[in-house]
Nanobody, 125 residues
């Protein structure tokens, strides 16, 4: 059973940075399609960044140039570096994974079987 555990959320002022971590157990992260989703109050879950097993990344337009996904295979850990945060980035952030996800549907929540418990990110202006 694949298990994902996020950490690194918190409160930050607008313009600040945070780095989220997601530790993977039960499988090698290098064999999984992985990514990050977020859900703001009253809104649907939104795909933020996805990374396939070849290392190719997909990034939502809303975070391009500010958010970067990376992976440490030795630690079986996925990261999300978030820079220049704004209040619009306030949400619960989820680490997600699945064995196979279509490149054209990486942003669809239903494509992912495994979800972490989520970590809160709050950006104040």
């Amino acid at each position: 059973q694949v298990r994902l555990v996020e950490s690194g959320g918190g409160s930050v002022q607008s313009g600040g940075s945070l780095r989220l971590s997601c530790v993977v157990s039960g499988a090698s992260s290098s064999n999984l399609m992985m990514g990050w989703f977020r859900q703001a109050p009253g809104k649907e879950r939104e795909g933020v960044v996805g990374q396939d097993t070849n290392g190719y990344t997909h990034t939502a337009d809303s975070v391009k140039g500010r958010f970067t996904i990376s992976e440490d295979n030795a630690k079986n850990t996925l990261y999300l570096q978030m820079n220049n945060l704004t209040s619009d980035d306030t949400a619960i952030y989820y680490c997600v994974a699945d064995w196979e996800v279509g490149a054209g549907t990486w942003y669809e929540p239903d494509e992912y079987t495994y979800w972490g418990q989520g970590t809160q990110v709050t950006v104040s202006s």
